[in-house]
């Protein structure tokens, strides 16, 4: 996800305040054992504040993203796995607002833009079973 916050996120003069997000994934595997080729979703919300220092403006912003992936899960013995995952999503935003940082008098001047948009991801894994 942080290629996809920066892309989504910052312009110029602009830095992380505050992030965060919390999400989930299930995968159908297509052969037994955890092993093999899967295809799952995902779905994650984030939460972002950006500042921008220059302008002493806040940026709060939502987003919900659901991503289809795919992927194979490589059994290393009878504990240990690797694995290589691809993804594809959009993130739509919820919420955006635009506040004042102390100092500051022109949040009233600016709109949260719309960065709702597709991305890509490529992940690898390793891990345990346990």
Known sequence: MGVLAH???????????FS???????????????????????FEYLASR????????VTNSSYAVPQLEGGYRLALGTRFYA?????????????GTVDNLPGGM??????ATDRSSFYGSASLELGVFF
């Open 7 to 17: 892309s989504l996120f910052l312009n110029q003069g602009d830095s992380f305040d």
């Open 20 to 42: 965060w997000g919390v999400g989930g994934a299930a995968r159908y595997y297509l052969w037994t054992g955890m092993a093999g080729p899967y295809v799952g979703a995902r």
């Open 50 to 57: 950006i500042a921008n220092a220059g302008e002493l403006i």
């Open 83 to 95: 694995g290589g995952t691809a993804a594809i999503g959009y993130a739509f935003r919820l919420t």
């Open 106 to 111: 022109n949040a009233s001047l600016y709109a």
